[in-house]
């Protein structure tokens, strides 16, 4: 069979495309991972440490799960350095709970992964539970004061809002003044605004409200559709949003 062109021609062809194959492996090992600034690196050395974690148990194991976790909290509440530990469970999905902490620093937070409450729970969470319990741990980025409490009715929203690296900045830039403007709002007890520490282009947002008809009237706010329509401009996942009731 004839081909078309030379060998040398050829052999310079399969050059310039094994080139641009290896360029492109190349470039992309050398991609950096998303960084940490160094305001973030001094935040997790020093400042509080945020902790949000999805615990999700057998539909028919409710309420062990939430007797589990109860008893976890009471226990957090003692350690030095904890500074809030509530426990909260999904409206609507009652076999699913979010646990929110507060540690004053990395030292507290540390020796709380070694503490004999922490190990019990984790032990007896894995005959109930559906899935491995989910822990995320953050540095503050827009928290405000620390809140009065909640009350039987209120209701605890935990939202995660993942964007692409690139627009980190520009969502804390979104973040900021929806924190600010929620917190002004009639019925707001809590908005917090965390930054995940190994992944700071994930935030989790905590708020608190005092009850359904004020959650209601905190997302139909200009400041609360403003947002929306500039995260989806830079969403990296699905906006996750998730309701609660305080678990006491």
């Given at each position: ?56 148990v057998a539909a028919a194991s409710a309420k062990d799960g939430a007797k ?164 989806a401009t830079m969403a990296g996942a699905l906006y996750d949003e998730r ?6």
């Amino acid at each position: 069979m004839k081909q078309n062109g030379t060998g040398s021609e050829m052999r310079a062809m399969r050059q310039l495309v094994l080139g641009g194959i290896l360029s492109g492996i190349l470039g992309l090992s050398l991609m950096p991972a998303t960084p940490t600034s160094p305001a973030l690196a001094q935040a997790a050395a020093t400042g509080p440490v945020y902790v949000a974690t999805y615990v999700e148990v057998a539909a028919a194991s409710a309420k062990d799960g939430a007797k589990l976790l109860t008893a976890y909290r009471d226990a957090s509440r003692k350690e030095d350095g904890n500074l809030r530990a509530e426990v909260a469970q999904e409206i609507g999905r009652a076999n699913r709970f979010v646990v929110v902490e507060t540690w004053k620093d990395q030292a507290a937070f540390d020796a709380h992964g070694k503490a004999a409450s922490t190990s019990t729970m984790r032990d007896k969470l894995k005959a109930i539970q559906n899935a491995p319990y989910d822990q995320r741990v953050h540095n503050s980025l827009n928290v405000g004061p620390a809140d009065s409490g909640t009350g039987k009715g209120s209701v605890i929203v935990v939202s995660h809002v993942d964007v692409i690296p690139p627009k980190k900045d520009d969502a804390i830039a979104a973040l900021n003044p929806l924190a600010d403007g929620n917190r002004k709002a009639a019925g707001n007890q809590r908005y917090e605004v965390q930054q995940q520490s190994s992944r700071p282009n994930h935030f989790t947002v905590v708020e608190a409200w005092k009850d359904r008809k004020a959650y209601d009237a905190g997302r139909a706010a200009d400041t609360q559709r403003q947002f929306r329509d500039k995260l989806a401009t830079m969403a990296g996942a699905l906006y996750d949003e998730r309701l609660y009731s305080p678990v006491n």
